[in-house]
């Protein structure tokens, strides 16, 4: 198997020294941020993603995790061999208000994002006609 690997795939190891860079980048990105993800949760939700195969269609990431690598990551054209479609836990938040009072939190829901096609889609909710729903772009 390993001289298969070597021959035909990544060489042993390669994969696990590009891990740690990654990591170690938004790692330091992490402390630079005001996040509110621990440097454990960011190592365990990165290291599941990276272990993913490389043709995997959807990635599901936490809202800090989203963040910060949609800030360090300068994607370029989209084509058909990426993934393209990232459900974020809580993203959306719902609030209430009434009158002069100030909003609170009701609940929140996740989104899909899909970046091929620019749009986003909150689970549970119907926003058709909305302000957020009509402007709203990636």
């Known amino acids: 198997m390993r001289m298969m690997n070597a021959v035909f795939g990544d060489k042993p190891g ?5 891990k740690r860079c990654i990591i170690r980048m938004l790692d330091d990105r992490l402390r630079l941020a005001e996040e509110d993800i621990s440097a454990e949760q960011l190592r365990l939700e990165v290291g599941h993603v990276l272990d993913l195969p490389a043709n995997a269609g959807v ?13 360090i990551l300068q994607a370029g054209l989209a084509d058909s061999v990426r993934t393209g479609t990232f459900p974020i836990e809580r993203s959306f938040a719902e609030d ?26 909150i689970l549970g909710l119907a926003l058709v006609g909305e302000r957020w729903c009509k402007e709203g772009q990636l």
């Open 14 to 18: 390669l994969k696990e020294i590009r």
């Open 59 to 71: 990635i599901q990431l936490s809202l800090g995790v989203f963040v910060l690598v949609s800030n």
């Open 96 to 121: 209430h208000h009434k009158g002069t009072d100030l909003p609170s939190l009701m609940t929140t829901h996740d989104v899909v994002a899909d970046v091929f096609s620019g749009t986003c889609a």
